[in-house]
């Protein structure tokens, strides 16, 4: 079997390293970045040592703080027009996931000239563009290394996956040091998404034995450092490995894609702007018992890399202590069902059929052990509601 493992040219881990920024620009042969940054990260300082680094170097930097939280094809062409009226030979996304993502797209569209939504899968954007360098602030989203970004279309309210080499950064600087103040919530809601890129790598049907190590890996981080990260801001070992497990498993789904879980969370958060982490938390126990049959080894692994099942554990025991596990952790990190959300009932039941569609259409449900029909998908979503997980 041949595998593409794809990653960026250069990856800088560790506490402090976001102080080879400028040094690393200058290794990619750029000197005119546009940073790309979520307004709250900005106002919070958390990019001022870099942004005196690189003026002290002299690079000549512009900043784009109009970042929204589920980024826009809109918000999208405002950085666009930054990197084409100020002339921009690089751009650098410094944030959450929605920084990382609407930089990197913006790098694409400036560098093809093309419409984001003529970029949406099923095409696969393997293009050369402008270089883009990922500074993440949560230890999540693994955007920083994968080759995929999401941009809500504004007309269709639609997350459109971007997937392909375009999407890849060139470079990406992870340094812990940046999620030492990262909220309660989004250190939860990040780190359920990370634990879910792991899970999703280890039971693909793309899987390989890169991304089966990489995802193990993470899983076993995660497993032993989530809750601490979340309970002790301050933990910088937990802080340490939570970023690496982030890392792991983000290099791990960058080279499986997605399955069945982001592809139901991504409705969820087009329509009712749940943030992604949640609504995949919200999803794991389900999606997990739904498919566990399909794919009982793999399930075991992970149960076993998360550290919830021991090596003599039979595949079947190990798939059950997976699923409870999921619900014992979403109910001490206090993760809400769509309905504990908030979520309007009778708008929630009126658009599945549109929700199940669109999952479909992202192509990542395919990629599942158990692949389901857009009536299963429809069912899935209405045990989602109040958290109900049947046995399959
Ligand atoms: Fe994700």
């Known amino acids: 079997m041949i595998n593409r493992i794809l990653t960026p040219r250069e990856l800088i881990v560790g506490g402090g390293s976001i102080a080879q920024?400028?040094?690393?620009?200058?290794?990619?042969?750029?000197?005119?970045?546009?940073?790309?940054?979520d307004p709250?990260?900005?106002?919070?300082?958390?990019?001022?040592?870099?942004i005196a680094a690189m003026r002290a170097a002299g690079i000549d930097l512009d900043i784009f703080a109009g970042v929204i939280e589920d980024p826009t094809d809109a918000t999208v062409d405002l950085a666009v027009e930054r990197i084409r009226g100020s002339n921009r030979d690089s751009?650098?996304?410094?944030?959450?996931?929605?920084?990382?993502?609407?930089?990197?797209?913006?790098?694409?569209v400036a560098s093809t000239g093309e419409a984001v939504h003529a970029l949406k899968v099923p095409r696969i954007v393997d293009l050369s563009v402008m270089p883009f360098i990922a500074v993440p602030t949560t230890a999540g989203t693994g955007s920083e290394v994968t080759r995929a970004c999401v941009i809500t279309d504004t007309q269709r309210q639609e997350k459109m996956l971007i997937l392909g080499t375009a999407a890849?950064?060139?470079?990406?600087?992870v340094d812990f040091e940046l999620t030492l103040t990262c909220?309660?919530?989004?250190?939860?809601d990040t780190g359920l998404d990370a634990l879910t890129h792991a899970l999703e790598a280890i039971i693909n049907r793309n899987c390989n034995a890169h991304a089966d190590a990489l995802?193990?890996?993470?899983?076993?981080?995660?497993?032993?450092?989530?809750e601490t990260a979340a309970s002790e801001p301050g933990n910088r070992a937990a802080r340490e490995a939570m970023m690496l497990g982030a890392t792991h498993a983000g290099l791990a789904v960058s080279n499986t894609s997605t399955a069945l879980i982001h592809g139901?969370?991504?409705?969820?958060?087009?329509?009712?702007?749940?943030?992604?982490?949640?609504?995949?938390?919200?999803?794991?126990?389900?999606?997990?018992?739904?498919?566990?049959?399909?794919?009982?080894?793999?399930?075991?692994?992970?149960?076993?890399?998360?550290?919830?099942?021991?090596?003599?554990?039979?595949?079947?025991?190990?798939?059950?202590a997976l699923v409870q596990g999921f619900i014992g952790l979403n109910a001490r990190l206090k993760v809400p069902t769509p309905q504990s959300f908030g979520i309007d009932g009778e708008r929630y039941r009126a658009v599945l059929p549109e929700m199940a569609r669109?999952?479909?259409s992202s192509g990542t449900p395919q990629n599942n052990p158990r692949v389901p029909d857009s009536d299963d998908i429809i069912e899935l979503y209405r045990n989602a509601w109040d958290g109900r997980v049947p046995v399959f």
């Open 21 to 37: 920024l400028p040094a690393l620009l200058r290794r990619l042969g750029v000197s005119r970045p546009l940073l790309v940054i």
């Open 40 to 50: 709250g990260v900005l106002k919070l300082g958390l990019a001022e040592p870099a």
């Open 91 to 108: 751009v650098i996304g410094f944030g959450g996931g929605s920084a990382i993502d609407t930089g990197k797209a913006a790098a694409i």
């Open 168 to 173: 890849l950064p060139a470079a990406a600087i």
């Open 183 to 188: 909220p309660f919530r989004v250190t939860v």
């Open 215 to 226: 995802a193990s890996s993470a899983l076993a981080l995660i497993g032993a450092h989530l």
């Open 264 to 320: 139901l969370s991504r409705p969820i958060g087009a329509f009712f702007h749940v943030p992604h982490g949640l609504s995949n938390a919200m999803l794991l126990p389900l999606v997990t018992a739904y498919s566990l049959s399909a794919a009982p080894r793999q399930y075991a692994a992970a149960a076993r890399a998360l550290g919830w099942a021991a090596a003599g554990d039979s595949d079947e025991h190990a798939g059950r």
């Open 358 to 360: 669109q999952a479909l």
